[in-house]
C-alpha cells in the first residue's frame, strides 16, 4: 500500500523568492513518484517524475525534485517564484507491482500562493 | 492530440437520477483511470482498466457507482441512483504502455447533485 502525505495545505512566497513544497511517502514497493500542477478548473498536469536513475529530476516550467529514499522525500523547488506559478500542487506514488500503469495515490495537495 | 476528453464538464442533477459521465483517452492508451476530486478526500482512484479490462475497482465508493469500458477509445462512469454526497469533480486520465509512464488527465466533470 502507498500513502503520500504533502506539509502545508497552503505555502505562500513573494515574486522570485524560493519554492519548496514538501512530499513524503510511503511505499511497500519501490515507488514511481510524481508531481502534478492542476489550475483552476483545470485537469492535473504533468510536472516531473521519478522512476528509476538520477534522483535528482528536472521538470517544466523550472521545476525540480530530488528523490530521497533514506528520508522517504520527494520535495518539489524551484528557485525563483513567478505569478504564474499560483496553483495548486499534487504529489503522487505509484507502486508499479506489476506490469502495464497503476493507479496513483495522491496527497491532499498544496495550494501555492505567489505574493507581488 | 486532443488530449482525454472528458463530458460533460459540467452537470446538475436531481438526486435519485441516474448520471452518466464519459471519457475518451488520448488514442494508444490502453490504461484507464477515473478519480474523483472533493475538498474533504482530495483525488481518490476509483477504478482503473488496462487494456479495457477493469484492474481494480477497490476505490469505488458503493454499488451505486459502475464504470464499463467497452472498447479502446470509450469509457462511462455511471452514479444510480445519485445522491448530493456523490458531488465532486471526476476526472478521467489515461495512460500509455509502459511501467514508467504517468497519466494523462482531462479537464474533469463537475457534478452536483441537488
Known amino acids: 500500500a502507498q500513502s503520500v502525505t504533502q506539509l502545508g495545505s497552503h505555502v505562500s512566497v513573494s515574486e522570485g523568492a524560493l519554492v519548496l513544497l514538501r512530499c513524503n511517502y510511503s511505499?511497500?514497493?519501490?515507488?514511481?513518484l510524481f508531481w502534478y500542477v492542476q489550475y483552476p478548473n483545470q485537469g492535473l498536469q504533468l510536472l516531473l517524475k521519478y522512476t528509476t536513475g538520477a534522483t535528482l529530476v528536472k521538470g517544466i516550467n523550472g521545476f525540480e525534485a530530488e528523490f530521497k529514499k533514506s528520508e522517504t522525500s520527494f520535495h518539489l523547488t524551484k528557485p525563483s517564484a513567478h505569478m504564474s506559478d499560483a496553483a495548486e500542487y499534487f504529489c503522487a506514488v505509484s507502486g508499479r507491482s506489476g506490469g502495464g500503469a497503476d493507479g496513483l495515490t495522491f496527497g491532499k495537495g498544496t495550494h501555492l500562493i505567489i505574493q507581488p | 492530440d486532443a488530449g482525454v476528453i472528458q463530458s460533460p464538464r459540467h452537470e446538475v442533477t436531481e438526486m435519485g437520477q441516474e448520471v452518466t459521465l464519459r471519457c475518451k483517452p488520448i488514442s494508444g492508451h490502453n490504461s484507464l483511470f477515473w478519480y474523483r476530486q472533493t475538498m474533504m478526500r482530495g483525488l481518490e482512484l476509483l477504478i482503473y482498466f488496462n487494456n479495457n479490462v477493469p484492474i481494480d475497482d477497490s476505490g469505488m465508493p458503493e454499488d451505486r457507482f459502475s464504470a464499463k469500458m467497452p472498447n479502446a477509445s470509450f469509457s462511462t462512469l455511471k452514479i444510480q441512483p445519485s445522491e448530493p454526497r456523490d458531488s465532486a469533480v471526476y476526472f478521467c486520465?489515461?495512460?500509455?504502455?509502459?511501467?514508467?509512464?504517468?497519466?494523462?488527465f482531462g479537464q474533469g466533470t463537475r457534478l452536483t447533485v441537488v
Open positions: 486520465a489515461s495512460s500509455p504502455p509502459g511501467r514508467t509512464t504517468e497519466a494523462f
Open positions: 511505499s511497500s514497493v519501490p515507488p514511481y
